[in-house]
């Protein structure tokens, strides 16, 4: 990796510069999909719910590390947190969305699983950003926004 500059925090949108981070949790996710089905013969629903926690695990580390870099220095600490936050808001949403996705594309109308799991990766992908932006590495001065309207 080239730069060491946050990916994104420029209001939210989604501005990678690095599309390396984007393209390895891709990998992660249809490379494990690919192992579980075709080499250990894992029924493609199962195979998809352990290849899409794989990526959220994977791309949790990126984004503690790169994307959201700025966000998470003043609160290291926190890290177990966020990745329990991050689990249960982008992870619930990945992982019911690509099994409930995966069954429509290959159950239903018959595509490959591995095809179908692209377009599920496209699907989930841009609502997961969002999620992960706004919920689970919000900066420090929205934070600190929200507790001084609190008082």
């Known amino acids: 990796m080239a730069s060491s500059q946050p990916v994104c925090s420029i209001g939210g949108f989604f501005c990678l510069q690095n599309h390396e981070l984007f393209r390895l949790g891709i990998l992660v996710q249809l490379g494990t999909l690919s192992f579980l089905a075709a080499e250990l013969h894992v029924n493609y629903l199962p195979a998809t719910v352990v290849s899409v926690e794989a990526a959220i695990l994977h791309n949790f580390?990126?984004?503690?590390?790169f994307t959201w870099k700025d966000r998470t220095q003043i609160d290291s600490r926190g890290s177990l947190a966020r990745l329990l936050k991050f689990n249960l808001t982008t992870g619930v949403i990945s992982i019911a969305g690509n099994v409930l996705l995966m069954r429509v594309f290959v159950g239903g109308i018959g595509l490959h699983y591995f095809v179908a799991n692209l377009l599920t990766i496209a699907s989930c992908s841009i609502t997961n950003f969002f999620v992960s932006d706004r919920v689970?590495?919000?900066?420090?001065?929205?934070?600190?926004?929200?507790?001084?309207?609190?008082?």
């Open 136 to 151: 689970v590495f919000r900066s420090c001065i929205t934070r600190n926004l929200e507790n001084l309207s609190s008082r």
């Open 61 to 65: 580390l990126w984004h503690e590390r």
